[in-house]
């Protein structure tokens, strides 16, 4: 492929080469190799190698690229320029959509401005060993460059690592016990004498004790709780202590020209993009929200009898709380409220018939699905034992279902029952015609998209469950339960026992009732903003939906207008919906599950195999009662002390 002539108007300015235009005409080839030859883009790496010394300008080159700036591009490229995930994210957001005048020159802006890429970054390293030898000579920043990026970085990192909240995390001694109290010191005698052995094993034993207290950091809230600021700091610290181990290498002769420059090129490819920045981070929140997601409430999985029927006594319960706030829903719904005033009196209804079921230990059906895929998604983590996790699914279908039929087969002769009790009282039902009719038709499987809105309650079932695992995680990072039993304040208030009673509760069912008031707000506001952009929506939650059914067919009933078809098709919905609700919600907590915790769709395809030849063979151990003798499994939720 011939290479074409270079243009000195474009690589001179004033009798200098212009780095900018280089790089670009450089890039314009293609980095992929042809069969047999070397790729076109070495090539031209190699006619320009000449080109230049043939002109002499080698030596002007090397003194364009050794900028100022040179010092900045060493220290930040590929590091984040804010200490906050907010903050990044934030700065990374404006540099997308509005335009940055950057400093005449600066190396830094002039990679962010390449628009580079990750095959540049392989590109560099495939270059053969004559190329970089020759361009290294050129291109290597004198040692005081080194020097001052290195020390620079070194105070930024100690500024950071000094930080109260990350000193928090090793309360033990004093703040000048932090080996980034002794950073920036360890790091200029390093660099001030680079071929010193001691003063290199120094910042060696300087740089491994902060990798320790990094991954204490990291222990600390594994244990307790994630904060995306803090988890976001911790990695910036740990690039920051790498690349200054790298920049004293360069210090001290040692250092690999080729990786740095291809690791500076993957830093600007990645440093303005927000999926990589939240990638990581983001991802630690979401395996501790998952964690604790299956930590909350009061349901377990039945291993035996037992315990399944616990399960249905227990959903019972919540049946008949449901009939109730299925009753307050019509009544609100009757009166002539403002949107905003009847949308805030739904979702009270909702959130506090939810949060009395947590408090009297009854069971709501569509809060477990989320729970246990936590739980199966932890199984499939933990090993390969297939057998175990079929019957951890079993156990979760057949828990779910005695869950679904307690609560549907105690709210409909509950809700029939306050018919009854109205009509005693009232001579009528409590519903009108047309809401009655409503609630009838809106039941019909097939009319309108009643299964299109069961999924989506399964939708906002999975989000408030998200809820619940973030305010838990909250909860456990600030050792909320602890602080409340050891406030001074609240122990003159309720006494000592009073306190530490209060922060029992709190751990217990404060993530509950944090899922229970989202859930509650999801099921009345969401379709009120979707009828805000002129899209209906409404909501189909299994239990609330038989309350309703029996509401409206027992006052329809009593008018004489009750058509016995449609409260079979109703019946016939009832179940639908309720395998849509549960469907739903349980692939996506599967799904966030298994992306928080890494792994990868071979797995649910293999356990997706095995649950149809297994359910294929016998039903009823996936749809009815567990065996007699218990299931040798561990308990999928630990009760909270």
Known sequence: MPLPDLRLDDVLLGGSPRPEPLLRWLLAASPEAPAGGEPHRT??????????????LTGPLAEAWNH??????????????????????FLRLADHLIPRLDPEGDLYALLDRLDLKEADAAWIESLPEDLRAAWGRILAP????????ACLLSHRAAAVGLSRDLLALSPEGSDADSPFFHLTRAVQEAADRPLDASAHAAWEACRTACVATLARAHASLEARGVSTDLVFRLELLEAQLARIDQLLDFAGARGDGTALAAELVRGSASQHGLRFLLRTVVKRLARKVVEHTGETGEHYIARDRAEWWAMGRSAAGGGLVTSLTALL???FTALPLAPLLAGLALSANYAISFCAMQLMGFSLASKQPAMTAAALARALEEGDDQAREIELVAAITRTQVIATLGNVLATTPAALGIVALWA?????????????????????????????????????????????????????????????????????????????ALGRFIHRHLAGFAGYSALGGLLVFVPMAFAFAGIHLEVRHVTLQAASLALASASLWLKGILAWREVLWGLLGIALIGVMNFAFSFALALWTALRARDLSGRAGRRLGIGLLKAFN????RFLGAPPKTPAKAQPLVEEPH
């Open 43 to 56: 090539a031209q790496l190699r006619y320009l190698l000449g080109a230049l010394a043939e002109r002499g």
């Open 68 to 89: 100022a700036s040179a010092i900045r591009l060493l220290a930040e490229t590929g590091l984040p320029d804010r200490t906050t995930l907010m903050g990044e994210g």
């Open 142 to 149: 004198p040692q005081e460059t080194w020097v001052h990026a």
């Open 329 to 331: 829903k019509a009544a």
């Open 424 to 500: 005693w009282a009232t001579g009528h039902g409590p519903l009108g015609t047309e809401s009655a009719l409503h609630g009838l038709h809106g039941t019909h499987p097939f009319h309108g998209w009643t299964l299109v809105y069961a999924a989506m309650t399964g939708v906002l079932l999975w989000l408030s469950s998200l809820a619940a695992g973030w305010t838990a995680n909250w909860s456990a990072y600030r050792c909320l339960p602890e602080a409340l039993a050891q406030n001074h304040r609240l122990q003159g208030w309720l006494g000592q026992a009073g306190a530490a």
């Open 617 to 620: 063979r016998q039903p009823g």
